[in-house]
């Protein structure tokens, strides 16, 4: 990966302070942002300023997906646009067909220049990622918008399943490998009053119908037929073909309903929002769920150091059933654009923003930008630090907050995720 120089600190700026020299280059964005982030009070947006000359001006909306692509397409049709568009992927971002379409209008500029000649870091991801090249290049040879370089490790193989271990252990359960293991832990957590309080409460499985990874059929149904959770295509023979009409399939919803009639799968797992899924994970009375379905647990409990049953879960393999053992689908990195400079930026605002969004494609810009204050958000590695990977080296660690602790508000988080 490239490397370069962290930005400066800066003193903060006095009250009612822009903390933009005199003489800064005026930029509006157009960004998401989290209800514990003000992207203009922001410590990170003051060292930006400061660095790159820059005076920022936002425009922000939330972090619905919905919501926020329909605030962008409003300001591009009626040509209210900001001169530079900094996005989320997994709120909303600028998809290939868009680059293309306001590229050739003119509304969107190329980027090949800027980056050729103040883009170091960013030429040498193309230059080095043949990937971030394909995604990144349209068709007729421009670059209207930059993807996230950096890989989602967490979004991979989204369909997962997370059970409790502390229940599973209670009861001398060892970790499920077939369909038969899991409806017989399930059976376990309904039965055995795994939380110790003397009703029969439990939650065997559940998942919900919002976020990513939460409908358990798709993790289930692997165990019999590949199921994508989104086409339900497969390729049979190099041709498109559908697992939906297949034995296979059908046998796995028999047993999917079998786990349903005995149960052992919440009956909102197919209805409930992401809201009423968590609210089983967090329940305060007593723990009541055995198995959750997700990307990542924090969809359904709450983590974090003083959370009570947010290192409870741990993800188990694959299963196997009675025709397959499949991998869960994983799916591709989606192209599109969430770094987009548009033609009201001015030739001073162009280098500005490209070489502010070159920094966040160095290690010590990423973690500023991204992570927050060294030393207060985030730390270097200390003796005895060991990484996901055991064969890599641990570059930092985040620190936690106490939960009761006033935001940072300073970073721009996944905003500047690259």
């Given at each position: 990966?490239?490397?370069?120089?962290?930005?400066?600190?800066?003193?903060?700026?006095?009250?009612?302070?822009?903390?933009?020299?005199?003489?800064?280059?005026?930029?509006?964005?157009f960004?998401?942002?989290?209800?514990?982030?003000?992207?203009?009070?922001?410590?990170?947006?003051?060292?930006?300023?400061?660095?790159?000359?820059?005076?920022?001006?936002?425009?922000?909306?939330?972090f619905?997906?919905?919501?926020?692509?329909?605030q962008?397409?409003?300001?591009?049709?009626?040509?209210?646009?900001?001169?530079?568009?900094?996005l989320?992927p997994?709120?909303?971002?600028?998809?290939?067909?868009?680059?293309?379409?306001?590229?050739?209008q003119?509304?969107?500029?190329?980027?090949?220049?800027?980056?050729?000649?103040?883009?170091?870091n960013?030429?040498?991801?193309?230059?080095?990622y043949?990937?971030?090249?394909?995604m990144?290049?349209?068709?007729?040879g421009?670059?209207?918008?930059?993807?996230q370089?950096?890989?989602?490790?967490?979004c991979?193989?989204?369909?997962?399943m997370?059970?409790?271990?502390?229940?599973?252990?209670?009861?001398g359960?060892?970790?499920?490998?077939?369909?038969?293991?899991?409806?017989?832990m399930l059976e376990?957590?309904k039965?055995?009053?795994?939380?110790?309080?003397?009703?029969?409460?439990?939650?065997?499985l559940?998942?919900s119908?919002?976020?990513?990874?939460?409908?358990?059929?798709?993790y289930?149904?692997?165990?019999?037929?590949?199921s994508d959770?989104?086409?339900?295509?497969?390729?049979?023979?190099?041709?498109?073909?559908?697992?939906?009409?297949?034995?296979?399939?059908?046998e796995?919803?028999?047993?999917?309903?079998?786990?349903y009639?005995?149960?052992?799968?919440d009956?909102g797992?197919?209805?409930?929002?992401?809201?009423?899924?968590?609210?089983?994970?967090?329940?305060?009375?007593?723990?009541?769920l055995?198995?959750?379905?997700?990307?990542h647990?924090?969809?359904?409990?709450?983590?974090?150091?003083?959370?009570?049953?947010?290192?409870?879960?741990?993800?188990?393999?694959?299963?196997?059933?009675?025709?397959?053992?499949?991998?869960?689908?994983l799916?591709?990195?989606?192209?599109?654009a969430?770094?987009?400079?548009?033609?009201?930026?001015?030739p001073?605002?162009?280098?500005?923003?490209?070489?502010?969004?070159?920094?966040?494609f160095?290690?010590?810009?990423?973690?500023?930008?991204?992570?927050?204050?060294?030393?207060k958000?985030?730390?270097?590695?200390?003796?005895g630090?060991?990484?996901?990977n055991?064969?890599v080296?641990?570059?930092?660690a985040?620190?936690?907050?106490?939960a009761?602790?006033e935001?940072?508000?300073?970073?721009?988080g996944?905003?500047?995720q690259?």
């Amino acid at each position: 990966s490239c490397t370069g120089a962290p930005a400066a600190p800066v003193a903060a700026p006095a009250e009612g302070d822009s903390g933009a020299a005199a003489g800064a280059v005026p930029i509006t964005i157009f960004s998401p942002q989290g209800t514990d982030v003000d992207l203009e009070t922001n410590s990170f947006t003051k060292e930006a300023e400061e660095k790159f000359g820059i005076d920022f001006t936002f425009q922000t909306t939330t972090f619905d997906g919905n919501s926020a692509k329909e605030q962008r397409q409003i300001s591009l049709a009626s040509g209210d646009y900001p001169d530079l568009y900094m996005l989320i992927p997994w709120v909303d971002q600028f998809s290939q067909l868009e680059l293309l379409k306001y590229g050739q209008q003119g509304v969107i500029i190329p980027l090949n220049d800027l980056i050729a000649e103040h883009a170091p870091n960013v030429q040498a991801a193309l230059d080095n990622y043949p990937l971030f090249r394909a995604m990144t290049v349209a068709p007729d040879g421009n670059i209207y918008g930059l993807p996230q370089l950096i890989e989602c490790y967490h979004c991979s193989y989204a369909n997962k399943m997370w059970v409790n271990t502390k229940w599973r252990d209670a009861l001398g359960i060892e970790v499920p490998a077939t369909t038969e293991e899991f409806q017989a832990m399930l059976e376990a957590f309904k039965s055995q009053d795994p939380n110790g309080n003397g009703q029969a409460d439990e939650v065997p499985l559940s998942g919900s119908i919002e976020d990513y990874g939460v409908r358990p059929l798709s993790y289930l149904m692997n165990g019999f037929i590949y199921s994508d959770d989104r086409t339900y295509l497969i390729l049979n023979d190099g041709k498109v073909d559908t697992v939906a009409n297949k034995p296979e399939w059908k046998e796995g919803l028999t047993y999917i309903k079998g786990l349903y009639d005995a149960g052992l799968i919440d009956p909102g797992a197919f209805t409930q929002n992401a809201e009423a899924y968590k609210k089983i994970g967090d329940n305060a009375e007593a723990q009541l769920l055995g198995a959750g379905a997700g990307m990542h647990p924090a969809i359904f409990v709450t983590v974090g150091p003083e959370a009570p049953y947010g290192a409870d879960y741990d993800a188990i393999p694959p299963l196997k059933g009675p025709h397959a053992e499949y991998s869960t689908f994983l799916p591709n990195t989606v192209p599109g654009a969430t770094f987009v400079l548009t033609n009201k930026a001015s030739p001073e605002a162009q280098v500005a923003a490209i070489k502010l969004v070159d920094s966040m494609f160095t290690e010590e810009g990423q973690l500023r930008a991204h992570f927050g204050e060294e030393g207060k958000d985030w730390r270097r590695p200390q003796e005895g630090d060991v990484a996901l990977n055991k064969e890599v080296e641990p570059i930092f660690a985040v620190i936690q907050q106490p939960a009761d602790a006033e935001p940072r508000n300073s970073s721009w988080g996944a905003m500047a995720q690259y």
